[in-house]
């Protein structure tokens, strides 16, 4: 079983992720739980590369590209090995990050995106993608407030972090119309409200689908 979580940056999908991991666990699965960029070796470096602030001229050519090397790693040596050996795989962004990203927020063409993308992924499909939707005015507050609470990880925006709103705005279109277009594998969660509340409409979500 493969899974991805999609969403703006602050939309909480770390917590939920940790909470469907626990969930799956204690129903006796073994979870592996991932992420994009960075998830490998030479993904660690690759992530540098994309999200440090100090990388100012990377051109979006490039960085789709840095994202789709990620992936093609990412793919072949931690999701395809665990989804063999019968684990459930739990990915943090996925192929919708480069379409929200990069193709609606970048604005790169679709032939190339769809080309390094199908290249990357060597076939490898999620089962499910949970949308996490959160407006870019909700995100932005959110992330604030954290850097205010001075959590480590918040304190300095990354690259893609520092865009500007419209391309934010962008992205979330991006999103909006993947699960338009993709209803059977993708399911959108307001992700507004308290942890427990978009916890359990992923949750009732996935049972309708007769994922859990
Ligand atoms: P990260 O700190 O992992 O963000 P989050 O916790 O919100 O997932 O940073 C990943 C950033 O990379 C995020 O801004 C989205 C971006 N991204 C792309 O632009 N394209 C992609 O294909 C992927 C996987 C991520």
């Known amino acids: 079983m493969f899974i991805t979580f999609e969403g703006p940056d602050g939309s909480g999908k770390s917590t939920q992720i940790r909470k469907l991991s626990e969930y799956f666990a204690q129903q006796g699965y073994c979870v592996v739980v991932t992420n994009e960029p960075g998830d490998t070796q030479v993904g660690a470096q690759i992530r540098d590369l994309l999200l440090n602030p100090v990388y100012q001229g990377i051109t979006p050519e490039t960085e789709a590209l840095l994202y789709a090397a990620d992936r093609a790693q990412h793919v072949r040596q931690v999701i395809r090995p665990a989804l063999e050996a019968g684990h459930v795989v739990i990915c943090d962004r996925y192929i919708d990050s480069t379409i929200a990203y990069q193709y609606f927020g970048r604005q790169l063409p679709g032939d190339f995106i769809e080309c390094i993308t199908r290249q990357a992924i060597d076939g490898i499909m999620p089962d499910?993608?949970?949308?996490?939707?959160?407006?870019?005015?909700?995100?932005?507050?959110?992330?604030?407030?954290?850097?205010?609470?001075?959590?480590?990880?918040?304190?300095?925006?990354?690259?893609?972090?520092?865009e500007r709103m419209e391309f934010k705005d962008r992205v979330n279109e991006g999103f909006k119309y993947m699960a338009i277009h993709y209803p059977q594998r993708?399911?959108?969660?307001?992700?507004?409200?308290?942890?427990?509340?978009?916890w359990q409409q992923i949750l009732s979500g996935l049972r309708e689908r007769n994922i859990i």
């Open 128 to 162: 499910v993608t949970v949308v996490l939707e959160l407006s870019t005015e909700a995100a932005e507050r959110r992330f604030r407030r954290r850097a205010e609470e001075n959590q480590a990880d918040y304190s300095v925006p990354d690259r893609l972090e520092q």
């Open 186 to 198: 993708i399911m959108t969660v307001d992700a507004s409200g308290s942890i427990e509340e978009v």
